[in-house]
């Protein structure tokens, strides 16, 4: 039986033969940094602690592994790329630095371009981690945000623009007096 933050994965799809979250995700209780194999981990095998792996490694399920709204192509082992729901409006999607350019090619950049427009009518947000650059996917046009630190807010906002009122995004320090009103 799944524990309250465990997310059973779909029947069919598992991570046999995946690791790629390891190496693309920064886990903070074992000090591994985002775009490094974790030290305990196997490339293409898996966890060599396994049974002892943090509560974050054990409660994380890529969005492939868990939507079935997820294309069979977005299997990380074959996309090079790992879904995360980094919170209930924002979509995250890391790329492997030895693919880059991945996420902008087809079938993948209609997807995101998709959950983009979807994401904009709830004010949410799809970004794209492409090495250590943030490019955050809106549904006219993409955002480069940099480098971020951890504790750098990516914030959703209104803009008058010709057309009317238009959503882009910022980021925002932590202790930015405007927060409250941001999102």
């Known amino acids: 039986m799944a524990t309250m933050t465990e997310i059973p994965s779909l029947p069919g799809r598992s991570c046999a033969g995946c690791t790629l979250c390891c190496k693309l995700l920064s886990i903070a209780v074992l000090d591994k940094p985002r775009l490094r194999w974790c030290v305990h981990c196997a490339p293409e095998s898996g ?3 396994y049974d002892r792996r943090p509560e974050i490694c054990r409660s994380f399920h890529c969005g492939w592994l ?8 977005w299997q990380p082992a074959k996309s090079k790329m790992v879904i995360a729901y980094e919170s ?8 492997d630095p030895g693919r880059p350019d991945g996420w902008r ?7 995101i371009k998709r959950w983009a427009r979807a994401a904009a009518e709830r004010r949410g947000q799809i970004i ?3 090495g250590r650059e943030v490019i955050a996917v809106l549904p006219d046009h993409e955002k480069n945000l940099g480098a971020l630190r951890p504790d750098q807010l990516i914030v959703t906002i209104e803009r008058q623009g010709p057309s009317g009122t238009m959503l882009d995004v910022e980021v925002r320090e932590p202790d930015d007096p405007s927060m409250p009103n941001s999102r």
């Open 47 to 49: 966890c060599t602690i």
């Open 66 to 73: 868990r939507d079935a709204g997820i294309a069979e192509h």
């Open 88 to 95: 209930a409006d924002r979509i995250a999607i890391h790329v």
């Open 105 to 111: 090619k087809e079938p993948y950049f209609s997807d």
């Open 128 to 130: 794209v981690w492409q």
